[in-house]
């Protein structure tokens, strides 16, 4: 049986394992996929050790995505843009190749899974942390007719979009209302709001929270208030996870029904 596994630290938390049996069952593969505990000092020679013992593919969560890209012989184009690796792949030739999942992981499940179009929209991009530089080449893939990334420290804002090619903006200085707005801030971890005007929210707003939870966050709430529809980011993580059993299996599995498993279970 082929080994996959997720390592991270924390890790006791991950949903991954049952993400992707549930993927496996799906498409007939038979998936062996664990939980790694991440050695703050040791994590690449787990790596090594890992695909030295036959293993196949393997996630990386916090806080060992830019170690892992540091470690890769090959990066596909969208963990080069991210500067962060969340999938690792052993080629036959003993490369080590590292790709990232996460903004193709979110941009399907808004387009794709949860039916909300970013072609020709106004976007809003809250946060400037590394969450944010892996989305932001996937949103400009689907050709939004504008995407500003506005974060309480500016400078960090502008850097991002300097190297993308996008806008950037200060929340004081941002003018709505905006048609698709995605908080990847880590403002919602702590039960916290971005300073956001209420007049960037229209009745046509449609909103996302990369993070998740049994209850709409903080975020959610705020938009909710003001008209808007959205999602949190549950669907990210199956997203993110299919888009990794793709590069494994060759066969995309089906990401709502494994959403809405992890939704009954919350």
């Known amino acids: 049986m082929e080994q996959f596994a997720v390592i991270g630290n ?15 069952q799906q498409t007939g593969r038979d998936v062996n996929y664990e939980k790694i505990l991440g050695d703050l000092e040791g994590f690449e020679q787990q790596v090594r050790d890992f695909f030295a013992a036959g293993g196949k593919g393997l996630n990386v969560t916090v806080p060992f995505k830019q170690r892992a890209y540091d470690m890769c012989d090959k990066l596909s184009k969208r963990a080069q843009e991210a500067g962060a690796v969340n999938t690792l792949i052993m080629g ?29 929209k106004r976007v809003l991009l809250i946060g400037a942390g590394g969450a944010v530089r892996g ?9 939004p007719a504008s995407l ?16 993308f090619g ?14 698709v707005i995605i908080n990847g801030s880590s403002a919602s971890l702590g039960g916290d709001l971005p300073p956001l005007k209420d007049e960037l929210v229209g009745e046509n707003t449609w909103v996302y929270d990369m ?8 975020f959610m709430q705020w938009a909710f208030t003001h008209g808007a529809k959205g999602s949190d980011g549950l669907g990210m993580l199956v997203g993110q996870a299919a888009e990794a059993f793709f590069l494994w299996q060759h066969v995309r599995p089906q990401q709502a029904p494994v959403i809405e498993q992890l939704r009954s279970e919350m």
Do not use: W
């Open 10 to 24: 924390p890790i006791a938390h991950s949903r991954s394992p049952e993400i992707h049996h549930a993927f496996g």
């Open 92 to 120: 036959k030739n003993g490369e080590l190749y590292g790709d990232n999942t996460d903004g193709t992981g979110m941009v399907r499940d808004i387009v794709e899974v949860l039916g909300q179009p970013l072609e020709g």
């Open 135 to 143: 989305v932001i080449g996937p949103i400009l893939a689907r050709h």
């Open 148 to 163: 500003t990334i506005a974060n309480r420290t500016v400078s960090r804002a502008q850097e991002l979009a300097e190297v």
């Open 166 to 179: 996008c806008d950037y903006a200060g929340f004081d200085e941002l003018e709505g209302p905006f048609d």
């Open 211 to 218: 993070v998740y939870g049994k209850e709409p966050t903080v």
